[in-house]
């Protein structure tokens, strides 16, 4: 065979698979010629200076790139919020594309591995799968707005897939299928994209817009992980997460603009105890495998170890389905706008100092110019660089992801949970559903467990299932540790410290030891929404406070208002400020936000004039004068200590001076008792919840007070924490935590938690409706 290669050689002849060869390298090399860069759709490459995408552009250069190159497959998974296509790009060698099938079968058995039965023969039958499989990524862009770079990097990571013919690229196309979403936010790309254009070449260029970049969430469309309230977080889950089970999801974001300029796993402490330990290790090696790469290829300020926490489940839906989350965050500059950083004004985050090299940070950045190209560029590269580990330890990904799942639906496992039927236990069944959770219910009378009865519709949550880490996180109470500086003061954690769904639902859950097999188990049911829950409120006029300066509480009190089918009118400062509201409303609710942005807004000089100001003076005036002409004022939270100081009532916040080392509760969930007979406390028992998180916590300043009536308190005799981490709990037994205050012929109703948090807290949901339903005189 040599000798006939040497004469055709020899000869001039070229055998056929040398043709062939030569052939496809041509061909390869003419498609990479055909493949449009983003420059050709967009008129600017991403991440030029002032520059920035709309969706619809976005959208039609990953449509050009579906039809250009046979590595791309784009599809529409469904609309957003406000109606946007919710978009995917499946990229991957054209001969992978052709059995997308294939692989998500593979990933279905290895992600549930009962399905390899018999369990004598599952270790075999999943290496054989391991073999053929390929490391599904996900990468996920955009999900805050205002990081504009990730949207923009999309553009340029699917471009030098699809065109690029590097063998390392070429090993990613062949070892890996990578789901691009371009923005979980797409409704938020035009928002931020429409208040850059207005306000570039002004000095309020760069600035955030005057308005939520989602129409409810804001920012808090990174919280929704376990709740599941939003469009867009059930299309991930949905048709992303629960179809492809990715090993690997790459969540692409920006952080501040003073700090390191990229943070990579692994996270401080603490981690979430139902993490699984094979997660942990996978995050830990691939963060500092991509920050040593990245150092190598000389990007600066990098940091690990720092800032970032994997504590709850509401940031980390793949925690829980044995994917490692990546979470990498990139200095931002002003938007689109260049921005100048200067050395001494970078300043410590958690866990390091960036103006010294340490451990977990190095080498120092010395500060200057910082462009959007800077924050697409280490995006891009950090991108790449995950992606070539997921190439290149292709089986290492398959088999521990395969190991996770061999781990929880192992027979050991004793522990199972009892979810008693309530009111609200549907909506928290349809969540276990959504996460791909089992539960059957026992049609028969009762279940019984060493002596206890339970009632008819008890439904059963077996841990020995693939997702039962998901499960038991959601509906244990956490004990976040008592973590302190060297100096003493409490270490905060990123976001907060609770996330026990049944208790905020106030869904009754008992776990139990043994194994429960229920005797007629029923189908479980498809998720629910909160629609039908609560009886409508109609016939009120109900004013909802909407600031110039927006707050995530507020799109979260319109959210539940549109799905509970409450009729209201968003109220502005200027609507108030013109008086004549009792006129106009019956009620005015103002959510949860400072007393100081409540009453100054933005400060003159840093947003145009129209959105400066606050209420003012005259809107305080006009709120009192709707409460003593016999109006309802209800106030959440924060906004109830701006009532206390603007009305002088007669309350004092007990905790308002305390220092982090006497009092501290950082976004967890408290036990109150609540005044039954009291027509607030209307179908609340009498031992409820309350969502604290920078609350007030009321004490009668002016005694005799007759016109002061206390609904709800934190239980004298009673630890009031119940789930996260409370510190100082001692100083707020017996004191106020909803307070009615009556004003002239109306009145203000206090709230010193979140009764409406984040979509959750259903248990308290009628405290809220009833101080709403209660001004129908």
């Not at 949860?592 to 209420?615: A, F, K, N």
């Given at each position: 065979m040599l000798l006939l290669l040497l004469i055709l050689l020899a000869t001039g002849a070229k055998p056929a698979f040398i043709e062939t060869r030569n052939d496809q390298a041509q061909s390869a090399l003419v498609q990479s010629k055909l493949i449009p860069g983003p420059e050709k759709i967009l008129g600017f490459t991403p991440g030029d200076d002032r520059k920035l995408a709309n969706w619809n552009q976005v959208l039609t250069y990953f449509e050009r790139l579906d039809q250009a190159s046979d590595r791309v497959r784009f599809e529409t998974l469904g609309r957003s919020t406000m109606g946007k296509p919710f978009v995917m790009a499946t990229i991957s060698a054209p001969e992978n594309l052709r059995r997308l099938e294939d692989y998500k079968r593979i990933q279905e058995l290895l992600a549930d591995p009962r399905k390899l039965d018999p369990p004598a023969t599952r270790d075999g039958r999943a290496t054989a799968l391991i073999k053929r499989g390929k490391t599904i990524v996900l990468l996920t862009c955009g999900i805050h707005s205002t990081e504009v770079g990730s949207y923009l990097a999309s553009m340029l990571i699917a471009y030098k897939l699809a065109s690029s013919d590097e063998p390392e690229i070429q090993q990613i196309l062949r070892n890996t299928i990578v789901l691009l979403v371009p923005s979980l936010n797409p409704d938020g790309v035009d928002i931020v994209k429409d208040w850059y254009d207005k306000t570039l070449g002004t000095p309020y260029e760069g600035t955030s817009p005057p308005q939520l970049y989602h129409k409810y969430t804001g920012h808090d469309n990174n919280r929704d992980w376990y709740a599941f309230t939003q469009a867009e977080t059930k299309i991930t889950v949905d048709k992303i997460h629960n179809v492809w089970h990715p090993q690997i999801v790459h969540d692409i974001h920006q952080q501040g603009e003073f700090g390191s300029r990229l943070f990579l796993p692994p996270y401080m402490q603490p981690v979430e105890p139902n993490v699984p330990r094979q997660i942990v290790e996978a995050y830990t090696g691939l963060g500092n495998w991509m920050a040593y790469e990245m150092r190598k290829a000389g990007f600066k300020g990098i940091t690990t170890n720092s800032t970032y926490d994997a504590w709850t489940p509401a940031r980390a839906y793949s925690h829980y389905h044995a994917g490692a989350r990546i979470l990498s965050e990139t200095a931002s500059a002003r938007l689109a706008s260049p921005l100048i950083v200067k050395f001494e004004q970078l300043r410590s985050r958690e866990g390091y100092n960036p103006q010294k090299e340490s451990a977990n940070f190095a080498p120092v950045w010395r500060g200057g110019e910082w462009l959007l190209r800077d924050i697409t560029d280490t995006m891009t590269a950090a991108?790449?660089?995950?992606?070539?580990?997921?190439?290149?330890?292709?089986?290492?990904?398959?088999?521990?992801?395969?190991?996770?799942?061999?781990?929880?639906?192992?027979?050991?496992?004793?522990?199972?949970?009892?979810?008693?039927?309530?009111?609200?236990?549907?909506?928290?069944?349809?969540?276990?559903?959504?996460?791909?959770?089992?539960?059957?219910?026992?049609?028969?009378?009762?279940?019984?467990?060493?002596?206890?009865?339970?009632?008819?519709?008890?439904?059963?949550?077996?841990?020995?299932?693939?997702?039962?880490?998901?499960?038991?996180?959601?509906?244990?109470?956490?004990?976040?540790?008592?973590?302190?500086?060297?100096?003493?003061?409490?270490?905060?954690?990123?976001?907060?410290?609770?996330?026990?769904?049944?208790?905020?639902?106030?869904?009754?859950?008992?776990?139990?030891?043994?194994?429960?097999?229920?005797?007629?188990?029923?189908?479980?049911?498809?998720?629910?929404?909160?629609?039908?829950?609560?009886?409508?409120?109609?016939?009120?006029?109900?004013?909802?406070?909407?600031?110039?300066?927006?707050?995530?509480?507020?799109?979260?009190?319109?959210?539940?208002?549109?799905?509970?089918?409450?009729?209201?009118?968003?109220?502005?400062?200027?609507?108030?400020?013109?008086?004549?509201?009792?006129?106009?409303?019956?009620?005015?609710?103002?959510?949860?936000?400072?007393?100081?942005?409540?009453?100054?807004?933005?400060?003159?000089?840093?947003?145009?004039?129209?959105?400066?100001?606050?209420?003012?003076?005259?809107?305080?005036?006009?709120?009192?004068?709707?409460?003593?002409?016999?109006?309802?004022?209800?106030?959440?939270?924060?906004?109830?200590?701006?009532?206390?100081?603007?009305?002088?009532?007669?309350?004092?916040?007990?905790?308002?001076?305390?220092?982090?080392?006497?009092?501290?509760?950082?976004?967890?969930?408290?036990?109150?008792?609540?005044?039954?007979?009291?027509?607030?406390?209307?179908?609340?028992?009498?031992?409820?919840?309350?969502?604290?998180?920078?609350?007030?916590?009321?004490?009668?300043?002016?005694?005799?007070?007759?016109?002061?009536?206390?609904?709800?308190?934190?239980?004298?005799?009673?630890?009031?924490?119940?789930?996260?981490?409370?510190?100082?709990?001692?100083?707020?037994?017996?004191?106020?935590?909803?307070?009615?205050?009556?004003?002239?012929?109306?009145?203000?109703?206090?709230?010193?938690f979140r009764p409406q948090y984040r979509g959750q807290s259903l248990a308290t949901y009628p405290l809220l409706f009833n101080a709403i339903a209660s001004s129908d005189k």
């Open positions: 991108a790449f660089v995950l992606l070539k580990h997921a190439a290149q330890n292709r089986e290492l990904w398959l088999h521990r992801f395969y190991e996770i799942g061999r781990e929880a639906v192992s027979p050991r496992r004793k522990l199972t949970y009892l979810i008693l039927p309530s009111a609200n236990s549907d909506r928290l069944l349809a969540i276990l559903a959504r996460a791909g959770v089992e539960w059957t219910i026992d049609d028969l009378a009762i279940v019984r467990q060493r002596g206890v009865s339970y009632p008819a519709g008890t439904a059963l949550v077996r841990m020995d299932q693939p997702y039962g880490s998901f499960a038991k996180a959601i509906l244990e109470k956490q004990h976040y540790p008592n973590l302190r500086s060297p100096e003493g003061r409490p270490i905060p954690p990123y976001d907060v410290t609770a996330h026990t769904a049944s208790l905020l639902m106030g869904v009754e859950t008992r776990a139990v030891s043994a194994l429960l097999k229920p005797r007629r188990p029923r189908p479980q049911v498809g998720p629910s929404e909160f629609l039908d829950l609560f009886t409508p409120i109609k016939k009120l006029r109900i004013g909802l406070y909407q600031s110039a300066s927006p707050t995530i509480d507020e799109g979260w009190t319109r959210w539940i208002f549109d799905t509970q089918q409450i009729d209201y009118t968003s109220v502005r400062d200027q609507q108030v400020r013109n008086k004549a509201l009792r006129a106009r409303y019956d009620v005015i609710v103002i959510p949860d936000q400072s007393p100081r942005t409540i009453r100054d807004g933005y400060r003159p000089g840093t947003m145009p004039m129209e959105y400066t100001g606050g209420l003012g003076t005259e809107g305080v005036t006009a709120l009192r004068e709707f409460v003593e002409e016999g109006g309802t004022l209800i106030c959440i939270n924060r906004a109830s200590e701006f009532a206390v100081e603007q009305f002088k009532l007669p309350l004092r916040n007990v905790v308002a001076a305390l220092p982090r080392t006497d009092f501290y509760v950082p976004g967890s969930i408290l036990r109150i008792e609540v005044d039954s007979s009291h027509p607030l406390a209307a179908n609340v028992p009498r031992e409820s919840i309350a969502w604290a998180e920078d609350s007030p916590v009321f004490e009668v300043a002016d005694e005799p007070a007759d016109h002061v009536q206390i609904i709800a308190w934190y239980p004298e005799d009673k630890d009031p924490l119940l789930s996260g981490w409370l510190l100082g709990g001692q100083r707020i037994r017996g004191k106020a935590a909803l307070v009615e205050v009556t004003m002239g012929k109306g009145r203000i109703i206090l709230f010193g």
